[in-house]
């Protein structure tokens, strides 16, 4: 019997303890076993960058108003208007002004012109082999096949800019000559901080004059406001007929009124001088920069060791090879600047020639109607000219070109019409410039696009391919989340936030509601203007949707 009931008190026993053991594990366990239930989120970091609300795009520049230059016939006996074309004297994108040859018609050119034109073509081929040597720069040979000389005026401007240029990469190749040699006057020794010194001085005595004026200007206006109450006081006692002890006014009419008087002029000094110190005070912020810039230079500058100070000199050992090079090479296209003109005048002599022989065969000669860039060529040497008496096309100086190229709705938002674009690559390019002219909807996707239209002036020749980038330029802000993180209901805008709660069971996650004011955009960041202080999480992504009071869990938990 004993040995019965010691068998049923060891299996209540166990079963006790197996059934503590899981309700144990259960316990240490439920915050894992309930994270599996939550939407799994992914977060970043509200931070500081830059936004760049610009949008990029590829168009080919189309001709606005194209002029077509067609063979007039002069009632001669070939009526079909059909000659035979025996120089073409422009190309495609070539620029031409009103009155240049395009091209020569065989029948109507004399001996001397024939054997100028040999001549003429004769020096071209010189020219393209002196190009290839590298002798002679490749817009000579540019200028002799167009014709279009440049003027004596220009290469003596631009002879006259290369030797500015020359003296100024002397000046700089000087300058970093001797900052090498100050590195290695204080290799081993202490490092001088006294230009950084300076600066720093500048910039304390920047803040400081602009901060002892606006502490002046308050003090001013705590002086004028003790006089304001002092007239109140006065105006008070003249309309409660107060009295002096042997029975006078204790204040006069013209004490009431000079009181009065006083506090208008009083106001309006006040006024005045809180606008001038918030204009001051709109400057500190600007000055504690430089302040703090100054201050970091210094203390950088006077914690440098002497391995910096070896960096330094072998930074400026490299420093000083590459303006050397510059310099040389400035020095070698000057000397091609001179060559290049040399030839252009013996081009330009031959030209005169040419023109003077040109009288006896004008009618041979086609010359441009209008100033402007070649964009069609329809003839060729020793060929008939075209039946249609369209023998080229130029787009006429100042009429423009126009490019277009599709975005989306939400791109197209963030811009407007007249806006400047700005080209990719800038420095191929002496003078172009796009400006948007028009934002329509695209034709091929007009719900979801709109098609942006440009004008174009400047060097460029249709079928040209622009790359450029139109729109709002880069600008810091303290506060930017990735545009997924953006979310919006119809009160308006918000982003979810996560908040981190301790528990006797570990961590847990809850999203917390942030509205906030959207400032700038760009293709993958937002600026945003809200009460947090740049440091907090930011729900981007999720599993499942999550609201605001809700507990998530960590995609890496």
């Known amino acids: 019997m004993n040995e019965k009931s010691n068998k049923k008190r060891e299996w209540v026993k166990t079963a006790a303890i197996v059934f503590l053991s899981v309700l144990l594990v259960l316990t240490f366990f439920s915050n894992t076993i309930m994270n599996y239930s939550l939407p799994e989120v ?3 970091y509200v931070e500081s960058s830059s936004i760049t609300a610009k949008i990029r795009g590829n168009g080919v520049v189309e001709s606005g108003d194209p002029y077509s230059v067609k063979l007039k016939t002069t009632g ?26 395009l091209c020569y018609l065989a029948s109507s050119e004399n001996t001397e012109m024939k054997a100028l034109r040999k001549q003429w073509e004769d020096k071209v081929r010189d020219v393209e082999v002196r190009v290839v040597e590298g002798t002679l720069s490749s817009s000579v040979l540019s200028h002799v096949r167009s014709g279009n000389l440049a003027s004596m005026t220009t290469y003596q401007n631009q002879i006259k800019d290369k030797d500015a240029e020359i003296e100024r990469l002397k000046n700089e190749l000087q300058e970093a000559k001797d900052t090498l040699q100050a590195w290695q006057d204080q290799k081993g020794g202490k490092v001088s901080t006294t230009k950084e010194k300076k600066k720093l001085d500048e910039a304390k005595a920047a803040y400081d004059e602009v901060n002892d004026v606006v502490e002046a200007a308050k003090a001013d206006i705590e002086g004028w406001e003790k006089e304001i109450e002092e007239n109140n006081r006065k105006k008070q006692d003249y309309e409660d007929g107060k009295q002096n002890a042997d029975g006078t006014p204790a204040v006069t009419l013209e004490e009431y009124n000079a009181a009065i008087q006083n506090n208008t002029i009083l106001e309006n000094r006040i006024q005045k001088k809180k606008d001038e110190i918030a204009a001051d005070e709109a400057k500190l912020p600007d000055l504690k920069k430089a302040l703090d810039k100054a201050q970091k230079a210094y203390d950088n500058k006077a914690n440098d060791k002497a391995e910096d100070i070896e960096d330094e000199i072998s930074d400026w050992t490299k420093e000083v090879e590459k303006r050397e090079e510059r310099l040389t090479e400035a020095k070698e296209s000057k000397e091609r ?26 009618d041979g000669m086609v010359t441009a109607p209008v100033s402007g860039s070649i964009i069609d060529v329809n003839v060729k040497s020793g060929e008939d000219t075209p039946g249609n008496g369209v023998l080229f096309t130029i787009q006429p100086e100042g009429k423009g070109y126009t490019m277009q190229f599709s975005v989306t709705n939400e791109q197209a938002k963030r811009l407007s019409v007249g806006d400047q674009a700005e080209l990719v690559n800038s420095w191929r390019y002496d003078d172009v410039s796009v400006t948007l002219s028009s934002i329509k909807p695209d034709k091929e996707d007009p719900s979801q696009k709109k098609m942006l239209t440009f004008d174009v002036t400047g060097s460029v020749t249709a079928g040209q391919s622009l790359n450029v980038s139109v729109g709002q330029k880069s600008a810091n802000y303290d506060l930017t989340v990735p545009n997924s993180a953006i979310r919006e209901d119809n009160n308006g805008k918000f982003i979810l936030t996560l908040e981190t709660k301790s528990t006797p069971l570990g961590n847990r996650y809850i999203a917390t509601r942030v509205d906030v004011e959207v400032l700038a955009s760009d293709d993958n960041r937002s600026a945003i203007s809200a009460p947090l202080y740049g440091y907090e999480y930011v729900i981007t992504t999720s599993t499942a949707p999550v609201e605001a009071g809700k507990q998530v869990r960590l995609a890496n938990n």
Do not use: I, P, W
Request: charged share 35%; no cysteine; hydrophobic share 35%.
């Open 42 to 44: 992914a977060t970043q």
């Open 76 to 101: 001669d006996s070939n009526a079909t208007g059909v000659y035979e074309v025996q120089s073409v004297e422009v190309r495609k994108g070539d620029t031409v002004q009103k009155g240049d040859a």
């Open 337 to 362: 600047m001179v060559d290049d003109l040399k030839v252009e005048q013996e081009f330009a002599k031959l030209q005169e020639e040419m023109a003077e022989q040109q009288g006896e065969s004008v």
